[in-house]
C-alpha cells in the first residue's frame, strides 16, 4: 500500500504564501531570541519565566491553579512543572496546595518574584518597544493584533478533547 502524499492533490505554497511564511518565521525567532537574550542579561531568566512571573503578578493574590498557568502561557503542564521548580529555586514562586483538590496546586508570586519583575520591566518592555512597535506604524500595529488574534483563535478548539499544550 502507498502512503506516500498525492502530490496531484497537494496544494502547495504559493511563492507569495512561502515568502509571507518565511519572514513570519524569521521574525518570530529573531523576536523570540532577542527578548530572551535580555531577560538572560537583565533576570538570569528566559521569556517563557518572565511571562508566568507576569501572570502570577496580575493574577488575584498573585496566585493561579497550575493548570490555569500551563493554558495561559501555551506550555504542557510537564514544562510549567519544570519552569516552575526553577522558578522556586530562585525563590520567586511557592507552590501551595489546592485545599479543595488534593491533586490540584496553585503557583503563587513571592516578594522576591515581586522585586524581581520590578526591576526586570522596565528593560523588558523597552525591549519589546524597540523590537516591535517602534518599527510599525499604528495601522499595522492594529492589523497585526488582529491577524495574531484570527490566528490564535483558530488553532485553540474550543471542543472536548482538543490536542492542545496544556492538555498535555
Known amino acids: 500500500m502507498n502512503t506516500a502524499p498525492d502530490t496531484a492533490a497537494q496544494r502547495w505554497l504559493s511563492p507569495d504564501e512561502q515568502r509571507v511564511w518565511r519572514s513570519y518565521l524569521h521574525a518570530t ?18 521569556h517563557i519565566y518572565y511571562g508566568l512571573l507576569v501572570q502570577l503578578a496580575e493574577a488575584p493574590q498573585e496566585r493561579l491553579r497550575m493548570t490555569e498557568l500551563a493554558m495561559n502561557a501555551k506550555i504542557t503542564r510537564s514544562r510549567l512543572s519544570h519552569a516552575i521548580a526553577r522558578l522556586e529555586g530562585s525563590g520567586w514562586v511557592r507552590r501551595e496546595n489546592c ?23 522596565p528593560g ?11 518599527r ?31 492538555l498535555r
Not at 100 to 111: C, I, N, P, W, Y
Not at 126 to 133: I, P
Open 124 to 134: 523588558h518592555v523597552t525591549a519589546v518597544r524597540q523590537a516591535l512597535f517602534e
Open 29 to 46: 525567532t529573531l523576536l523570540e531570541d532577542h527578548l530572551d537574550r535580555q531577560l538572560q542579561r537583565d533576570a538570569g531568566m528566559p
Open 136 to 166: 510599525l506604524t499604528p495601522e499595522q500595529q492594529q492589523a497585526l493584533g488582529e491577524i495574531m488574534q484570527i490566528v490564535a483563535e483558530g488553532l485553540q478548539p474550543s471542543e472536548a478533547g482538543a490536542d492542545l499544550p496544556w
Open 99 to 121: 485545599p479543595s483538590d488534593k491533586r490540584g496546586q496553585f503557583a503563587v508570586l513571592t516578594e522576591q518574584g515581586r522585586e524581581v519583575l520590578a526591576r526586570t520591566a
